[in-house]
Structures are given as structure tokens and as C-alpha cells.
């Protein structure tokens, strides 16, 4: 079973900058993978996704603009680059894939299977 483990979470100011990194414990690991985050009280949410080759990405709309998801196939990593952070992005950052080539069609959690352990992103106002 696939092991995902994010790193990068942290403290930062608003309108700071944070990227964070996932990395998948199988290589090569050419899958479509997402982040989703969950601040308290909160459902899950999808922030950005992206396909097997980086060829296709998706981003929810309070993000698009600000945050670039990328990825090093050959590290078998994925990254969330977040610009202007602002204080309402304050959650646990989760990496996820569903080990299938292509995103999936929905943005649902129950569409991804493997789960990092999350990582905290904290935004000051």
C-alpha cells in the first residue's frame, strides 16, 4: 500500500508564501494525485489536482490564481505552491491520490483511496 507523506505546513504571515511537498513511498508513482484541506469544524474540502504527467490540473476557485500545483515524477512528488495567503486558508493540508492516471471527475473525497497524515498551514492576520 502506497505511503504518502507531506511536508512543508508551517506559520506564515498574510499574503506570505508557503509550498508544501508530498512525496509517494512507490517509484515510480505516475498517478493523478490532489490536496484537500480541513480547517476545524469543516468538511474536507478539494483544493487542487493534478494528472499523471502534469499535463491537466484543476484548481478550486478560492485558490485558482494563487496556489500552483506541480509535480517531479521522477522524485514521485507533488507539490502546492501558495501565494497571498490569507487567514481563511488556515487548515491541515492533505495529499491524496486514487492511483489512476487521470483525475477524477468529481472533487469528492470518497473519489481518492491513499491519504497522507496532513500537514498544518497556519495564516496570521
Known amino acids: 500500500q502506497v505511503q504518502l507523506v507531506e511536508s512543508g505546513g508551517g506559520l506564515v504571515q498574510a499574503g506570505g508564501s508557503l509550498e508544501l511537498s508530498c512525496a509517494a513511498s512507490?517509484?515510480?508513482?505516475?498517478?493523478?494525485m490532489g490536496w484537500f484541506r480541513q480547517a476545524p469544524g469543516k468538511p474536507r474540502e478539494f483544493v487542487a489536482g493534478?494528472?499523471?504527467?502534469?499535463?491537466?490540473?484543476r484548481y478550486t476557485d478560492v485558490v485558482n490564481g494563487r496556489f500552483t500545483i506541480s509535480r517531479d515524477n521522477g522524485k514521485s512528488t507533488v507539490y502546492l505552491q501558495m501565494s497571498s495567503l490569507k487567514p481563511e486558508d488556515t487548515a491541515i493540508y492533505y495529499c491524496?491520490?486514487?492511483?489512476?492516471?487521470?483525475?477524477?471527475?468529481?472533487?469528492?473525497?470518497?473519489?481518492?483511496?491513499?491519504w497522507g497524515q496532513g500537514t498544518q498551514v497556519t495564516v496570521s492576520s
Open positions: 491524496t491520490s486514487d492511483k489512476k492516471s487521470f483525475l477524477p471527475s468529481g472533487n469528492d473525497p470518497s473519489d481518492y483511496m491513499y
Open positions: 493534478i494528472n499523471w504527467n502534469g499535463g491537466r490540473v
Open positions: 512507490e517509484h515510480p508513482f505516475n498517478y493523478a
